[in-house]
């Protein structure tokens, strides 16, 4: 195996003032911030099915990527972009990678033949996590690309279709077990309708919560103790997904158990989707205890799909990491670029390109999240703003001690609450004051 990406050196830190577009401005792997290095913060994790098996066609056109492996049969096209990843891994100096079975080994003619094909693509990807040092943030199963997938996995009318959806993730399990991977991720790309004129929704929800107890109870046979995740997304491929946001994951997973298990990897461009912010949804999840890991990119306002391109805001990624800091890190979950250069990126550079611009925007919303938290520029604003349900009625009420009738008496001698404002204008003011 030669090298895929000779005219690129490895990535270095460079420092602000750089002019270099293959350098780090802002992202300095082992420069400790708030007592932790800058990599164990963000967790960076390149994605594989993006990065390595992009095309870059479109409904409109062919493929535009030229890429510097791709020669010979599958398995040797397999192992070649395994290669090249960990190169691209290594010189970029990313400490995770996230796959799909089907990205890493291809297909066979029965499932028989497609294990093998991925148990040695797998003992290739072991060797390779060994020599470099880099890890597996999460595996997932391919379960929305093959036809036999077309009216759903685990939700599939067909119970020979969820057996076949659960042999594939019995396998995937193992294969991200084996490979040390930190998480496991579901992600119900066909899981969902579209039109309810041939579906039984109670029953394929009941069939998806099947699932995933199926998994956990296979998970702790095999003794698997990654954290489990679902990815929310509300639409795209189906016309409706039963992941559709965080709260309603929250609810499906109350419904069926599933709580103690799973997290959420929530992912920017799906929240928007949702008609979110994807702040809001980082803020549903941390509060209540299931933020497990986040896919960054950034969608398109113009644009009513998913366009998962590289983020590249730093008022974004700037929240995103304020939340996250708040919620106390990222362990074991990680920063995966669920991202894809435009199809006129077509060489292999951009690719460096792409990620180092993430990696720098994230790492410059480390470190400015850090320092609006450190001096307490929302947080005593936020906490002085619900200072009233420290004490008194409010306490009272929070504390179950107060009813009704309770209410009705503390207005009756205290009168018409006073106003106050919320200041959201001076708050976005600050914010300004330190995004710069
Ligand atoms: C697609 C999803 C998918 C998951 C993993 O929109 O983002 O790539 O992250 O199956
Ligand atoms: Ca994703
Ligand atoms: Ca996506």
Redesign the pocket.
Known sequence: MGEYFPDVKPIQYEGPDSKNPLAFKHYNADEEVAGMKMRDHLRFSV?F??TFKGTGTDPFGSATMVRPYGDGDEMKVAEDTLAAAFEFFTKLGIDFY?F?DRDIAPEGTDLAETNKNLDKIVELADKLQADTGVKLLWG?A?L?SHPRYMCGASTNPDPAVFAYAAAQVKKAIEVTKRLGGTNY?F?G?REGYETLLNTDMGRELDHLGRFLNMAVDYARQIGFDGQFLI?P?PK?PTKHQYDFDAQSCHAFLQKYDLVPHFKL?L?S??GTLAGHTFEHELTYAAANGILGSI?ANRGDLLLGW?T?QFPTNIYEATFIMYIVLSAGGLAPGGL?F?AKVRRSSFEPVDLFHAHIGGMDAFARGLKIALKMRNDGALDDFIKQRYAGWDSGIGKDIEDGKASFADCEKYILENGEPKPVSGRQEMLENIVNEYIR
């Open positions: 994605a099915w993006h996230c799909h997932t391919n929305f991720v992600w790309g990815e997304k795209e990897n992912e461009n799906h896919d998913d998962d995966n669920d």
